[in-house]
């Protein structure tokens, strides 16, 4: 049976294997996903390891998918607009690395809300904001505020891949444009760790009633539920992790994945967990 697995930190994409699986077996593939936590100093060595013939292929997560790109043979042209690589496919003798994170984001924001039309407010400049703000530039948005702790991390993040609608915006700022804003993302990496926000509570309440608050992180943050308390929509990060899995999986077996079975088996496992 071959192998396909996920490289990185195992609570970034701990519901990976259980979706995955799920689509193997629906289609009577024999392939087993697993997790495959790595540590820096232990990468090249991973990485390589899927060259073996008896590997189908492999997602990345934190905190390696910047450090990736430099470790495969080729990279797409997705991958090299976001400078990150977070799915290998092998191809002959090499490896391919993509980015699957871009389609993701769209699908997922596709299926749960209209594209905005007015601002986009983009919380964070990590890695996770790399794959959304090419994301919302392909999708043509009119206007993205990056706002970031370390206003000079966002600064480089705009500079090396913002198109002309996007701006910094110092975090002091924030408030004074709440109310242009018809989608604000969190893609900081609170929600994983504790209950703390990326804006002051109160700040929920400038926001529009309908406004669209989306956090990456695919468990419910104190960031949804307060967006949640001042009436806004809010969408996980669960429809992501569900639709970049769903084109890796397709990128690997040139199958079209089961898309539903795959969110049936992680929206099961997440209940099971609890939430």
Known sequence: MKRAGVIGDPVDHSLSP???????????????YELWPTPADQLMTRVNSVRDENVLGANV??????????????????ADRVGAVNTIIPIGNGLLGD????????????????????????????????????????????R??????????ARGLVDELGTVATQVLPVGDIPSMLGEID??????????????????????????????????????????????????????????????????????TGVEPPVETMRAAVEAERARRGG
């Open 144 to 153: 993205i505020y990056v706002a970031n702790r370390t206003e000079q991390r």
């Open 18 to 32: 259980i979706m995955h699986n799920a689509a193997f077996q629906e289609l009577g593939i024999h392939v087993h």
């Open 183 to 252: 989608l604000m993302i969190n893609a900081t990496s609170l929600g994983w760790h504790d209950d703390a926000l990326p804006l002051p509570v109160d700040s929920f309440g400038q926001v529009e009633p309908g406004t669209v608050a989306m956090d990456l992180t695919y468990r419910d943050t104190a960031f949804l539920r307060a967006a949640r308390g001042a009436g806004l929509r809010t969408i996980d990060g669960l429809g992501m992790l569900i639709h970049q899995g769903a084109r890796s999986f397709a990128l690997w």
């Open 99 to 142: 980015n699957t994170d871009v389609y993701g984001f769209t699908a997922s924001l596709r299926e749960s809300a209209a594209v905005p039309q007015r601002a986009v407010l983009l919380l964070g400049a990590g890695g996770a904001s790399r794959a959304v703000l090419v994301a919302l530039g392909e999708l043509g948005v009119s």
């Open 61 to 78: 997560t934190v905190p390696h998918k910047q450090s990736v790109f430099d470790l495969v043979d080729a990279t797409t042209a997705t």
